[in-house]
Structure formats: C-alpha cells, structure tokens
T-cell receptor
C-alpha cells in the first residue's frame, strides 16, 4: 500500500517562498505528482518527478529524493491566487493515484 | 485544450435512490478513473477502467457501485441505493496511461444525499 504524509496547513505572505514537504512509503515507485486544488474545484497538475533532483517550472519547483522517500514543492513569489490545497500523489503500476491529505496554503497580503 | 467534462455539476438525491454520474474523458486517453472526495477529506481512489473493463477497484467500490462505458465517449458511475455517507464530490479523470503522464480531472459532481 501507499502511505503519504504532508503538513496540514501553511501560511505565508504575498511575495514570499513556501516549501511543502511530502514523505511517502510505497510498495513500488512510479514517480510522484504534485497537484493544486482550489476549494470546490478539481485537482490540476503541477509537476511530476521520477528522477532525483529539482524540476523547475516558472514560480513552482519540485524536488525528489527516492532514497529518502521525500519530495517538496517550492512556491516562489507567492501570489494571492496561490491560496489553495497542494496534493502530493504517487501512482501505482496501473497509474491510479494515491493522494496525501493535502496541504492548505493561505497567502496573506 | 482538451478537457474531461462531467455532468451534472450538482446532484441532490434521496437516500435509497439510484444516481448516475456522467463523464466524457479526453478522447485519446486510454485509462479512466473515478475518485471521491468527502468534504474536508482527501481525494480517494474508487475505480480504474481500461480496455472496457475494471482494472482495479478500492475497498470503497463495493456492490453498490458500478461503472460503464456505454459508447465510445461516455464513462458513467452508478451508485445504487445511495446512503448519506455517499455525499461527496466525485471526480472523473483520464490519462494516456504512460507512467509519466498526468491524469486530467473533470470539474466534479457534487452529490448530496438527503
């Protein structure tokens, strides 16, 4: 089975940087996804990591360490619209996703 | 940009009634999924569907639930004899099926059982 842990909530100021950590324990490994979910809306894809290291995509970056079972999502230059829940998810062999409980990020002016 | 569409966006039903939630996955995708999210809780996998049959289902997906792909475009989730605890947001998703490609989610159907 899959066990995925991430913090419940984080608060940061507009323009700041926030790092959301995720630790996972899986029976196999097929990469790790980060999704963003605004309240009442669908999850939307942010990033995918399968190799160790940092993947940068604009203001968002994601890091993976397979040996440590650890990933983080880095949000830079925070904007009010970044207030959302950020979901760490790992796929199984048939691509179904197991989600963490999500980290709610609140951006304050 | 292609998208997964779901109907209806909201559904209110009486306990014990049957509901059918509809989804149109992205046309060239091969894998289809239903997920559920009870208010304030995490997104939970229900079932995956590939090559016109269920490929995996979770413990939640008991005999009360069924899925169907009645034609080349629609993918439905049927819930028989709904219970109060079935109230949730139901998301349909589809993917190409390669490990490094993301699943695209529909906007969800909010089901309220009263």
């Amino acid at each position: 089975g899959q066990n995925i842990d991430q913090p419940t909530e984080m608060t940061a100021t507009e323009g700041a940087i926030v790092q959301i950590n995720c630790t996972y324990q899986t029976s196999g490994f097929n990469g790790l996804f980060w999704y963003q979910q605004h309240a009442g809306e669908a999850p939307t894809f942010l990033s995918y990591n399968v190799l160790d290291g940092l993947e940068e995509k604009g203001r968002f970056s994601s890091f993976l360490s397979r040996s440590k079972g650890y990933s983080y999502l880095l949000l830079k230059e925070l904007q009010m619209k970044d207030s959302a829940s950020y979901l760490c998810a790992v796929p199984s062999d048939d691509y179904k996703l197991s989600f963490g409980a999500g980290t709610t990020v609140t951006v304050r002016a | 940009e292609p998208e997964v569409t779901q109907t209806p966006s909201h559904q209110v039903t009486q306990m014990g009634q049957e509901v059918i939630l509809r989804c149109v996955p992205i046309s060239n995708h091969l894998y289809f999924y239903w997920y559920r999210q009870i208010l304030g809780q995490k997104v939970e996998f229900l079932v995956s569907f590939y090559n016109n049959e269920i490929s995996e289902k979770s413990e939640i997906f008991d005999d009360q639930f069924s899925v169907e792909r009645p034609d080349g475009s629609n993918f439905t989730l049927k819930i028989r004899s709904t219970k109060l605890e079935d109230s949730a947001m139901y998301f349909c998703a589809s993917s190409e099926g390669h490990p490094n490609t993301e699943a695209f989610f529909g906007q969800g159907t909010r089901l309220t059982v009263v």
